[in-house]
Every structure is written in structure tokens, then in C-alpha cells.
């Protein structure tokens, strides 16, 4: 497949309106010629799920260019780099679909986050591009929600609720590794021992903490957690603690200008100097050189996390 240079690229953030499930992005407003005008690719902060309407061109998924036509289907995950070109500058007709594929996995599997974590790997590992003759049924949820979105009809902020739970499904279902029931199962296992830390990290990395206070979560002693963190993680659980304040540090420098002694604090490191000498270990740069360039770095913190953490 032929192979595009990448120079910078653009982030876009999107936020899902206020209660719902999946920002719908749909009608006539979205018949347009399509990267003529755009000499970058661009990445978002939520999963992208496209449908073409009527028309054809060029998908670029990261250094990959792909055909698409009438009815191709693309899942792009977040923070990863694509434009679309349609053919000779003409008008194409795509509607979007896209969802907090982080916040919807918390809710479909609440109190395990072994298997979220999974579950997220999975569905970042690359893009999609498919099609409605393909994957006819994902093709149907998705008119599904575009049409309730239209519609707006009693009861459509929890059809949509649900419907967009199928399409994590069926994504689910692409990778074989992750089979039905695996979920409960990972209960059972050392793992588990500690999901109520990680699920506290995760709600409260902006509060003070030490590890006598998770591994009290537990019902553990220090030690014995510290070991078991160590084992399953990959960490100490207070390294753990400060790679999760750092992401949460990008994903807020993304989305407002406040000053680093702001997002310092926000995020949960007491002092400047701690936030830059942590965001340096796990970055590799200074929180200002990734603010100004955040192209470099659009893969390299979730992948970080992801090669991390054993088992996940």
C-alpha cells in the first residue's frame, strides 16, 4: 500500500454533548469535498466511526493509504492519525459516530479494570476500514443511532446508550484473544486483588495518596501489596500513581492553555519541579516542548502504558 509522509499533525477535540453516549455528526452539512483544504493529517481525543454515504477517495491511516468508496466503514481509534481525500477535489457524503470508548467499556465492565485495560488495548491496537457489505450489522447500528439522533424520539438518549454498548461489542468480537466470559473469569486471579486501587487511582490521581492507603483498599498489607502491584503492573504503585497524573496532564494540555503550574496542580504533583522531572521519565521531553509539538507524542504515552503493564 502506498506510504504518506507524515510532517505535523492536527488534534482535534470533541466532547459528547451533556448525557449521551456518542457525539452524531450527520446530515447535510457533512456533503463536502474532503482534505483538499488540509495539507496535515489530524487525530482525536474519541473513537471515530465513519460511514460513506455516496462518493470515493483515499483514507490515510497513519503511514497507510487505503481505497475507500459508497459504504466503507472506518473505526478509527483515539489518537490516531488519518486524513480523508476524496477523488479530484469532488463533494463525498460520510456521517460519524463517535464515542468515549474508555468511559463506555467502564460502564459495560464496572469493577474490572484488568479487563477494560484489555479491552482498550484491543480496540487501539490500529484502524479499520471495512464495509456495510462486510459487516452488515455493524453497518445497521450505526444508521441506528444516526437515525435516533434525528429523530429524537422518547427514550433515545437510552436507545443510543445501548446501541453504541453493541458497537463496542462487535469491535470486541474482531479479536479472537478476547473470548466471552474472559471478563469474569479474571476475577478470580491476583489481579483482582488489586482492581480497587487502580479504580482509585484512576477516579482520584489528583488527591494526595500513599501505598499504606491503597493497599488498605485491598484489604492488604503494604508489603504484600507493593508485591503484587509490582508482579502485575510492572511498577511501584507510586510510579503507577504519577504515569497516570502525567497522562491526565496531556489530555488536559490538549484541551485548555491554563499555565503548567495550573496543570501541575490539577493533575496532583505537589511541585513544578515534580511534575516536569515525572513528565520528562515518562515523556521523555518537558511538559512545554509537548504542549507546543503533540504530534510526537500522540502514541507514545498510551503505548507506554500499554507495554507497561503485564497481562493487560
Known amino acids: 500500500m502506498a506510504k504518506k509522509k507524515k510532517e505535523t499533525v492536527e488534534f482535534r477535540f470533541y466532547e459528547l454533548p451533556q448525557g449521551e453516549s456518542a457525539l452524531v455528526l450527520c446530515g447535510d452539512s457533512w456533503i463536502r469535498p474532503y482534505g483538499h483544504d488540509e495539507t496535515n493529517l489530524h487525530f482525536h481525543n474519541l473513537l471515530e466511526i465513519g460511514i ?27 489518537n490516531f492519525p488519518h486524513i480523508t481525500i476524496s477523488d479530484g477535489g469532488g463533494t463525498n457524503f460520510w456521517e460519524y459516530v463517535f464515542i468515549d470508548l474508555r468511559g463506555m467499556i467502564e460502564t459495560m465492565f464496572p469493577g474490572n479494570v484488568a479487563f477494560q485495560n484489555e479491552a482498550m488495548e484491543s480496540l487501539s491496537k490500529g484502524a479499520l476500514i471495512t464495509s456495510a457489505q462486510e459487516k452488515p ?8 443511532i444516526i437515525e435516533e439522533t434525528k429523530a429524537h424520539r422518547l427514550y433515545a438518549q437510552r436507545t443510543i446508550s445501548l446501541l453504541v454498548q453493541q458497537i463496542v461489542i462487535e469491535l470486541l468480537r474482531n479479536d479472537s484473544s478476547i473470548r466471552e466470559g474472559q471478563d469474569e473469569a479474571v476475577k478470580g486471579t491476583n489481579m483482582a486483588q488489586i482492581a480497587s486501587a487502580l479504580d ?50 496531556c489530555e488536559l494540555m490538549k484541551k485548555s492553555n491554563i499555565s503548567m503550574e495550573h496543570v501541575a496542580i490539577k493533575c496532583g504533583f505537589t511541585t513544578p519541579s515534580t511534575f516536569n522531572r515525572n513528565f520528562r521519565k515518562f515523556v521523555g521531553t518537558s511538559p512545554y516542548q509537548w504542549k507546543i509539538n503533540p504530534e510526537n507524542y500522540a502514541h507514545k504515552l498510551l503505548n507506554f502504558r500499554i507495554s507497561a503493564l503485564k497481562g493487560w
Open 52 to 78: 460513506c454515504r455516496e462518493g470515493a477517495g483515499d483514507m490515510v491511516l497513519d503511514e497507510e493509504t487505503h481505497r475507500y468508496q459508497t459504504n466503507s466503514i472506518t473505526v478509527i481509534p483515539e
Open 200 to 249: 482509585y487511582i484512576n477516579k482520584n490521581y489528583q488527591e494526595p495518596m500513599k501505598a499504606s492507603q491503597l493497599a488498605e483498599l485491598c484489604n492488604m498489607s503494604e508489603t504484600h501489596f507493593r508485591r503484587v502491584f509490582e508482579e502485575y503492573i510492572n511498577m511501584p504503585p507510586m510510579e503507577y500513581v504519577n504515569l497516570i497524573r502525567v497522562q491526565k496532564a
Open 137 to 144: 450489522f455493524l453497518a445497521r447500528i450505526i444508521d441506528a
